[in-house]
């Protein structure tokens, strides 16, 4: 009943209507421009890939802290924990690591070694412009790992015109967060720093849940050049373990990960219709992991880093009439550094080493005023495994000024891991074909809906044999769901957003994916108040799921959560009060059969204040 009050009183507001305002609708219209699905800017809509933008502003307006949180607002995207407590994103009910690609300001995230991006998912919201999103594969433009998604984060040092601002934060268990962003001129170079840390201890009875987290940025450019350089680090606490041995210590067992890119960067449009773009970058990431072992009176400690050179051009061509071209070339060098554990006495792993070469193409042609068709493809070649092909083919119909029908059909791949190689070299790559329908109704930037259907299948999947503990390939798995994304401005002063989504998840004899939600949904209501009051409220639900075949626990529970943030801005200072699971239902999520216990219990009602000030 309290859950059908809220909603009442969400709806009510709406009738508090006025007239758009027309400037707002042509800056909000602006902010729909991405390059992630053809890497050249046009609007979302025009585009056969299915793509959403977040906005930091308006997320946080509702509550929302972190990238981790901030991707629950896509459709058909499922957030959740493991029992070791690292944050995973599930889009469209594929779970596998290295499933989704993961960039900061282009570069990307994913490491050799597992395809993990978890680490850089509690990256803060503050230190964010927007993330653009493709739900769907995306091999053609970013290669291995974009089979169920691609994640671009833009921070606020990648734009010239941010302004400068600090932050910090207050909250349960102990949570403390500070940081700030602060850039200028000098002569024609632009230079942006940004940094952050953050810390809790958060400890459920025993369970282990803190975090620790920092990040250092640095963007120098001018007209042509650019250098992009950060530092990150993430430490975690071990909750209920890797091997369902719960983590009790805050200061001696942790999951610890570190990274480092720098990317120098060449954009020049040497013609009206022509530019090149040129990279080249370095990265590194590093791994400390101590865990309870679970059969021995001792702990696991795990030390692994690696490092990878890479170098990349596109070339962008409109001279040919009603084309818009994509050719790039990227190679890439990839090596162990370190690779050892140890129970008692060290052992080391292989060393492994990859070298990748990759050609690509994509071309977005107007066949009339109404029809757009887009046709990439893309070939790779892995030196330590074989080579992969990747084609797309989609089309954009207008078909009134507010009416666009979309399709697409693409092809995408993973690489295998070097953890799976490491238990059998004979692993080839996995393989998605995915084909999709959509349809965007848009009467104006404030009003649109947008629909779309999709089904694949994902072959030659990696699994991991639960009698040899060797990774093997003999699978396959298939999904088809819908998508719904509506947004709704009755008045300049309220915003209403609402996100519905259905996923069905089956293995190769058509039994569901454990842990896998079909239902997902979730609304939002920003209304300001006036006076420098406004209020952001989110209600969201993910459906109950099906638990490990075998498990007898039965289905894991449905969640209905909600949050209520009101803020105060006065010019550049704005003070948020945000408080998370306000009903104290409570966030759980499945824990493995062997796990002492039943669910993951991460908590349940908790508040945060935040301050931020722009100068």
């Known amino acids: 009943m309290k859950y059908l009050v809220s909603l009442l009183v969400l709806i009510n507001l709406l009738y508090a209507n006025e007239d758009i305002d027309l400037k707002t609708d042509f800056l909000s219209s602006l902010d729909e421009v991405s390059e992630i699905a053809t890497k050249t800017k046009l609007n979302i809509d025009d585009v056969p890939s299915f793509v959403t933008i977040l906005q930091s502003d308006k997320l946080q307006k509702i509550g929302l802290d972190t ?77 291995s790992g974009a089979i169920s998604g691609v994640i671009n984060i833009i921070t606020k040092s990648a734009n010239k015109e941010t302004q400068n601002e600090v932050f910090l934060s207050v909250g349960s268990y102990h949570n ?75 200061d001696q067992l942790n999951n610890l990960n570190r990274t480092l890119f720098n990317e120098l960067s060449y954009k020049n449009t040497f013609s009206k219709n022509n530019s090149i773009t040129v990279l080249a970058g370095y990265t590194k990431y590093t791994q400390e992991v101590d865990v309870a072992h679970p059969l021995l009176p001792t702990y696991l400690n795990a030390n692994y880093s690696e490092n990878s050179y890479y170098t990349q051009a596109d070339f962008n061509s409109k001279s040919v009439e009603n084309n ?22 060290p052992i080391s792993n292989p060393d492994f080493q990859r070298d990748t070469f990759s050609l690509y193409f994509n071309d977005q042609y ?35 000024d507010i009416i666009r029908l979309k399709a697409q059909y693409s092809h995408a791949f993973r690489a295998p891991s070097w953890v799976e190689l490491t238990s059998n070299n004979a692993l080839q790559a996995e393989k998605s074909d995915t084909l999709e ?27 991991k044999d639960l009698i040899s503990h060797k990774y093997i390939q003999n699978s396959k798995n298939k999904f088809y769901g819908i998508e719904l994304e509506t947004d709704y401005t009755p008045a300049h002063n309220i915003e209403l957003n609402f996100l519905a989504s259905y996923v069905n998840a089956k293995d190769a004899d058509g039994n569901d994916l454990s842990n896998i939600a079909n239902i997902l949904a979730s609304t939002a209501l920003y209304y300001d108040i006036g006076y420098g009051f406004n209020i952001g409220s989110l209600l969201k639900y993910v459906s109950s799921s099906k638990r490990a075949e075998g498990d007898l626990r039965g289905n894991f529970s449905s969640s209905v959560l909600y949050d209520q943030t009101i803020s105060y801005v006065y010019k550049d200072f704005t003070l948020r009060l945000i408080v998370k699971d306000l009903f104290n239902r409570g966030t759980y999520y499945a ?25």
């Open 67 to 143: 990238v981790f949180e901030a991707l629950s607002q896509v459709p058909g995207v499922q957030t959740k924990r493991e029992a070791s407590g690292v944050p995973v994103v599930v889009f469209r009910g594929v779970s596998q690591k290295g499933e989704v690609k993961l960039m900061v300001d282009g570069i990307t995230i994913n490491n050799a070694y597992r395809g993990s991006i978890y680490y850089y998912l509690e990256f803060p919201l503050e230190l964010v412009e927007r993330i653009e999103v493709i739900r769907g594969a995306g091999s053609v433009l970013y290669g």
């Open 176 to 250: 403390r967060k500070a940081g700030a962003l602060v850039s200028g001129d000098i002569s024609n170079i632009h230079i942006a720093l940004d940094t952050y840390y953050q810390k809790n201890t958060k400890q459920i009875e025993t369970i282990d849940e803190h975090i620790k987290n920092y990040s250092l940025g640095l963007k120098i450019s001018n007209e042509y050049f650019a250098l992009i350089s950060r530092l990150t680090q993430s430490q975690e606490g071990n909750a209920y373990g890797i091997f369902g041995v719960p983590d009790t210590s805050l």
């Open 324 to 345: 818009d071209l994509l050719i790039g070339l990227k190679y890439e060098h990839a090596k162990t550094l370190k690779s050892e554990f140890s129970v008692g006495n």
């Open 366 to 400: 107007a066949i009339t005023s109404n029809i757009d068709i887009s046709a990439g493809l893309r070939y790779d070649d892995y030196s330590d495994f074989g080579q992969s092909t990747s084609p797309s083919l989609g089309i954009v119909y207008r078909a009134t």
């Open 437 to 463: 329908f959509g349809i965007v109704v848009k009467e104006n930037q404030n009003n649109k809906i947008r629909l779309n259907t999709y089904i694949s299948q994902i072959k030659d999947l990696i699994t």
């Open 591 to 615: 824990l493995p059969q062997h796990s002492a216990s039943d669910n993951f219990y991460a908590g349940g009602r908790n508040i945060l204040l935040k301050a931020n000030m722009e100068f």
